[in-house]
């Protein structure tokens, strides 16, 4: 397109100039520098599945398939498997997404759908993001010395009034799962209720107003116009979360009670893989190194499942929803 | 103020760079790395020798045994500490040769959690291996009771609580366990970690003040810790039943009861698996310090010598009041003499 010259402005001093050779160079090396980046990244996650695939390899010969589906870990034997400690990890997790999930979204409900003056709004939305910053430890000890004595009598009564139902199957006697996810759950709030703000803040105002102006109350303007419109971030903060809760370590390792058994009582020990891989690794001889890192590709193999699974659901809901 | 501050700290970092060149050639550090049960002790003690030698510094992390070990088989560090001594296999493995020196005695204790606080439990043998194997599952269990005369025990879950991480703690434990228990022996055996029972009463907490502090938290809860950890975190601990069939209580005679009834060998190498003595304490061990035989700095070889030498002696002085045992007489006789092997 050939400019114009404008009347009484000289040529050189026109707003509007071609690209200088200087903003060429700076174009391109700013390319590269993020195409880099991005690679690296793409790069350090093949070299830390190498590093992990590469030392659990023997493990993965010498136990096979038969590793992950025994509940035996007996160094002195030699005998490992991590059946206890992946359905333990899937149970803790998918507990903590169900009551952190719910509690964070409606967390975002309520920051975002002028519930409350802005100001305030601010004070909440930074006090919950505050809960992000507790290291995982004090999480534990809060755990032990507030959550677990706090439980004991409710999970008392419960084992005592509903017992024949498995989910109270036993008395709650310290750590134990239920005091863990309860935990895990508070831990994955602050993603939740962050990312799930954003998905609901980006909302167009008019989409709103246009609810609105059909006729719908307020609760129906969130639930039916709202929360499905927003659907995609929202369930993309859930996925985050159960990320976190999956690989949780040291609060889990204090709370959870780390005793490889499968049971379905919410008040029975269970364990961890992320647990198990913190507390084992320190001490580990050979042998258990190379079974460790077999155990660590199958967690990092759960959160692949998962995170493709929630992909997956993701892609088939909005074609659902475009249908 | 602002730049006189600035003045301040340029003439500190000339004082430095002028400083520097004399300091590296006289200080040496010597840097140790393992187990975390004689931790408490072996940190005051290198701070005290660090302190009385201004061109020595020791540094010590304690990492665990199990690392400890594998630390000084990659020669990363100058020295190391292990609860669990070395296995040939592993000495082997250091050209030169190792020389394991014997520098506290610890004991572990069982600690118990109990609606009134009941000072003292008495367990037999039988019994607490039994808790372990969880065969015993109520505190009022008739054989708790017969132990323990006039002492309430309620009708009470046992829970009982180990550690999750691999440690030398535990493997001292089951050590002792399978030399009371052929039961035990054949079940979950001895190691630094174990197949426990499995038992929805049976949980794991991470490291001694894991343990301690999940048994604070949990009514009817026993488990086994250092006398140390225990100590300081004022959990009640149980008299237990030795070889001879006295009760016997940690931290007292019984600690060094224990230690003088074991004749060490000449690589200082051994179990107190069940000492005899009817005043001798029945879970207690030994815990090492390993030196390399062949140091590649002479100097460094004799610092390493006096810090043994500051250790055996005024060291053993404070180990009573940190929890530790103090070395027998003849022992510490032994442990000089052989550390002149340190070259």
Request: aromatic share 10%.
């Amino acid at each position: 397109m050939s400019v114009l010259p404008l009347p009484g402005i000289a040529l050189d001093q026109r707003v509007s100039r071609p690209p200088s050779r200087g903003d060429y160079l700076a174009d391109r090396a700013f390319r590269a520098l993020v195409q880099g980046g991005a690679w690296l990244v793409l790069l350090l996650l093949g070299w830390i599945l190498w590093e992990i695939g590469g030392k659990g390899a023997v493990g993965i010969r010498d136990y096979g398939l038969g590793f992950l589906t025994s509940s035996t870990w007996d160094v002195g034997r030699q005998q490992f498997g991590i059946l206890p400690h992946i359905w333990g990890t899937l149970y803790s997790s998918l507990l903590a997404l169900a009551i952190g999930g719910f509690f964070g979204v409606v967390m975002a409900i309520f920051l975002t759908q002028d519930f409350l003056p802005p100001q305030l709004a601010v004070v909440f939305r930074t006090v919950v993001e505050l809960l992000a910053a507790i290291p995982s430890v004090v999480y534990g000890l809060w755990g032990l010395f507030v959550v677990v004595p706090a439980m004991r009598p409710v999970a008392g009564w419960l084992f005592e009034k509903l017992g024949w139902i498995p989910l109270f199957g036993t008395t709650l006697s310290g750590p134990g799962l239920a005091p863990a996810a309860v935990v895990l759950a508070i831990m994955i709030l602050p993603t939740v209720a962050a990312v799930s703000q954003d998905a609901l803040r980006l909302v167009p105002y008019r989409v709103k107003e246009a609810a609105y102006g059909m006729g719908t109350t307020r609760w129906e303007a969130i639930l039916k116009v709202m929360l499905p419109t927003a659907a995609t971030g929202i369930f993309g903060a859930l996925v985050l979360g159960f990320g976190r809760a999956l690989g949780e370590t040291m609060a889990l390792a204090m709370l959870i009670g780390n005793s490889n058994q499968i049971s379905l009582s919410l008040f029975s020990p269970a364990n961890t893989l992320a647990a198990l891989l913190a507390l084992n690794f320190p001490e580990a001889g050979k042998r258990e190194v190379e079974v460790l890192m077999y155990a660590a590709l199958a967690l990092l193999a759960i959160t692949l499942l998962v995170n493709i699974a929630g992909e997956a659901i993701m892609t088939l809901a909005s074609r659902k929803a475009k249908a | 103020m602002k730049r006189t501050s600035v003045w301040g700290l340029l003439a500190v970092l000339c004082l430095f760079a002028a400083g520097n060149p004399v300091r590296a050639q006289e200080s040496l550090r010597l840097t140790g790395s393992g187990a975390t049960f004689p931790f408490p002790l072996y940190s005051a003690w290198f701070k005290a020798f660090s302190g009385k030698h201004k061109n020595l510094t020791v540094d010590y992390q304690g990492k665990g045994s199990g690392a400890g070990i594998r630390d000084f088989l990659n020669h990363t560090v100058d020295f190391a500490a292990s609860d669990a001594a070395m296995t040939d296999e592993e000495m082997s493995k250091v050209p030169g040769g190792v020389q394991l020196l014997p520098m506290t005695g610890g004991e572990i204790v069982i600690g118990y959690n109990l609606s009134g606080n009941p000072k003292n439990l008495k367990l037999p043998c039988d019994v607490y291996a039994g808790i372990f194997l969880g065969k015993i599952t109520k505190w009022s269990d008739p054989r708790i009771k017969a132990a323990n005369p006039g002492v309430a025990l309620a009708d009470q879950d046992i829970t009982v609580v180990r550690r999750a991480d691999s440690s030398g703690t535990t493997f001292v434990f089951t050590t002792h366990l399978s030399a009371i228990s052929e039961k035990w022996k054949k079940g979950p055996g001895a190691g630094t970690t174990v197949n426990w029972p499995k038992s929805d009463k049976f949980v794991a907490s991470p490291k001694n003040d894991g343990v301690s502090a999940t048994i604070k938290q949990t009514p009817g809860a026993i488990g086994y810790l250092e006398y140390a950890f225990a100590k300081f975190a004022k959990v009640e601990m149980a008299q237990l039943q030795n070889k001879a069939g006295q009760y016997v209580s940690a931290g007292g005679e019984g600690g060094p009861a224990a230690l003088a009834a074991v004749q060490l060998p000449p690589d200082l190498r051994a179990w107190v698996t069940d000492p005899d003595g009817p005043k001798a304490y029945p879970i207690t061990t030994y815990t090492w310090m390993l030196f390399y035989k062949e140091n590649k700095d002479p100097k460094k070889a004799a610092a390493l010598r006096e810090l043994v030498e500051y250790c055996l002696g005024e060291g053993q002085k404070l180990s009573p009041q940190m929890g530790y045992i103090p070395l027998p007489p003849n022992v510490v006789g032994a442990v000089k003499k052989a550390s002149a092997s340190i070259q």
